[in-house]
């Protein structure tokens, strides 16, 4: 199952097709304190690279050429239910919001970034994504306790 372990230690993957805000990301990021920030501009390679390293966060720029953003959505949607994973989408685009989230995304920021509230939703993000994994890890434990009960029970 994916998920963070803590929130700096979080798996995030930016995803844009100007190098110039990837580098203002992962800079941004990595002087926070984040150790696992890495990047693409390949919109095609977002799911394959989900799968590959189980990503806490991915920061999705919608507006991408081969694949929009919109596209990579539906496509992280159709992986196995246990790869969930947060998707906040980056916009110049207002219009692209309700589309965005109606998509499966679950936060925004608008561009051009305004770095302390990038830094903020990131923070929000993670922590709520830290905190679901926790609670599903201890609702997938409780049937296996329950088990060994019945069992000496019994």
Not at 73 to 80: A, M, N, P
Request: aromatic letters at 4%; glycine letters at 6%; charged letters at 25%.
């Amino acid at each position: 199952m994916c998920g963070p372990t803590d929130v700096l230690g979080a798996r995030i993957l930016i995803v844009d097709d100007q190098d110039s805000n990837i580098r203002l990301l992962e800079y941004t990021l990595r002087r926070r304190g984040y150790v696992a920030v890495s990047s693409t501009n390949d919109s095609v390679e977002v799911s394959a690279l989900h799968r590959q390293n189980c990503y806490d966060l991915i920061m999705l720029d919608v507006q991408m050429p081969r694949m929009n953003g919109l596209d990579v959505l539906k496509g992280l949607r159709g992986l196995d239910e246990h790869n969930d994973v947060a998707v906040l989408v980056l916009t110049a685009d207002p219009d692209q919001v309700v589309r965005a989230m109606e998509s499966g995304a679950t936060g925004f920021l608008s561009k051009p970034f305004v770095l302390p509230e990038v830094l903020l939703c990131v923070g929000l993000m993670l922590e709520k994504a830290l905190q679901l994994h926790r609670h599903l890890g201890h609702r997938v434990a409780e049937p296996e306790a329950m088990k060994d009960r019945l069992r000496r029970f019994v």
